[in-house]
């Protein structure tokens, strides 16, 4: 069965840190897109960030830019969101996904997602 697992959520004080993990349990995933989205509560999915298979174009959200970078690795078939200067409003679940083909920012292009993990930005 084909699993996106994410890690690396938890409780950040404003300004703080965190990384966050996507480990793809297929070698297929290695040429998907891969995308991060979040869920506030009481709001809709929002895009945050992407990267094309081969990293050579990433893709963020204007609340995000400057301050999230989206890498991945093929190899271990993982992606990860690096966070930084957080602020209480990214406070959301967090989702990876992928999608087969270039760039993607609409969550109706992802086939795959894993199960989320919180994020919680304190003030």
């Known amino acids: 069965q084909v699993q996106l697992v994410e890690s690396g959520g938890g409780l950040v004080q404003a300004g703080g840190s965190l990384r966050l993990s996507c480990a793809a349990s297929?070698?297929?995933?290695?040429?998907?897109?891969k995308g991060w989205f979040r869920q506030a509560p009481g709001k809709e999915r929002e895009f945050v960030a992407a990267?094309?298979?081969?990293?050579?174009?990433?893709y963020y959200a204007d609340s995000v830019k400057g301050r999230f970078t989206i890498s991945r690795d093929n190899a271990d078939n993982t992606v990860f969101l690096q966070m930084n200067s957080l602020k209480p409003e990214d406070t959301a679940v967090y989702y990876c996904?992928?999608?087969?083909?270039?760039?993607?920012?609409?969550?109706?292009?992802?086939?795959?997602w894993g199960q989320g993990t919180q994020v919680t930005v304190s003030s």
């Open positions: 990267i094309t298979w081969n990293a050579n174009r990433l």
């Open positions: 297929a070698r297929t995933f290695s040429t998907y897109t």
């Open positions: 996904a992928a999608a087969p083909g270039s760039i993607a920012t609409s969550d109706r292009e992802y086939d795959y």
